[in-house]
């Protein structure tokens, strides 16, 4: 092969490079708009969703129904609105990065986000079950003291704790289940642990409130026989 035939190659080569470059320009600008529309579309509608949260004032009803305690143990701050602000924000930056993945042709891109998206609607419900566990946990765990404390039960306090560990086992295993996370081990733990569960709470009536059951059962019976 000759020099003029190299050259002519290689100055063939590098026009084709320059229009592909200059052929995707478009494309790339097209990309680009699209996700700095969805950066500012995400900070204005995270910011709206942060606010009309923090309007509704949910904070103070969730510290009111003792959920603050725990996220403090947890060194978490409650903060309602700036979670669902940032999560909201996220979700719509994702959903605009793979409109502009789309438009690039990165398709590889486009199916781990598409994958992503989709998760984050679990990743909602399975953060309402862990909150709806924890309010009912907390009213579960007065309901039952002040029964077995009306009863005159001595062992009021753990049989509170021991029905909000209960609830709250089965609100984490339901939030993991939500998850798609070890659903297997999750259900046989879940089986496991409330069975543990249910003689530990029977041994704990049996011993405590044995005199209790004592006094109703007399009770009972000298009703019968005085009819």
């Known amino acids: 092969m000759s020099l003029g035939n190299t050259a002519d190659i290689?100055?063939?080569?590098?026009?084709?490079?320059?229009?592909?470059?200059?052929?995707?320009?478009?494309?790339?600008?097209?990309?680009?708009?699209?996700?700095?529309?969805?950066?500012?579309?995400?900070a204005a509608v995270g910011q709206l969703v942060e606010?009309?949260?923090?309007?509704?004032?949910?904070?103070?009803?969730?510290?009111r129904a003792g959920l603050e305690n725990p996220m403090r143990r947890a060194g978490l701050r409650l903060n309602v609105g700036r979670f669902l602000g940032r999560l909201t924000y996220w979700f719509i930056l994702i959903a605009f990065f793979l409109a502009a993945s789309d438009i690039l042709g990165f398709y590889t891109v486009?199916?781990?986000?598409?994958?992503?998206?989709?998760?984050?609607?679990?990743?909602?419900?399975?953060?309402l079950i862990l909150l709806v566990t924890v309010l009912a946990?907390?009213?579960?765990?007065?309901?039952?003291?002040?029964?077995?404390?009306?009863?005159?039960?001595e062992t009021a306090n753990f049989l509170g704790a021991l029905a909000w560990w209960a609830l709250i086992i089965f609100g984490?295993?339901?939030?993991?289940?939500?998850?798609?996370?070890?659903?297997?081990?999750?259900?046989?733990?879940?089986?496991?642990?409330?069975?543990?569960?249910?003689?530990?709470?029977?041994?704990?009536?049996g011993l405590g409130g044995k005199e209790y059951a004592e006094h109703l059962l007399k009770k009972f019976r000298n009703q019968v026989e005085h009819r």
């Not at 295993?173 to 089986?191: E, F, G, N, P, V």
């Open 10 to 42: 290689l100055v063939a080569s590098f026009q084709q490079l320059w229009i592909d470059f200059v052929g995707f320009l478009p494309t790339f600008f097209s990309a680009l708009i699209v996700f700095i529309i969805g950066l500012i579309v995400a």
């Open 137 to 153: 946990a907390n009213f579960l765990r007065g309901v039952v003291m002040a029964s077995a404390k009306s009863g005159g039960l």
């Open 172 to 205: 984490v295993s339901a939030a993991m289940l939500q998850l798609h996370i070890a659903t297997a081990l999750i259900q046989a733990l879940m089986t496991a642990i409330f069975a543990m569960v249910a003689l530990a709470g029977g041994i704990a009536f």
């Open 110 to 127: 486009s199916s781990f986000l598409q994958a992503v998206l989709l998760f984050v609607p679990q990743l909602i419900v399975a953060i």
């Open 51 to 63: 606010k009309v949260i923090g309007a509704l004032k949910l904070d103070g009803f969730l510290a």
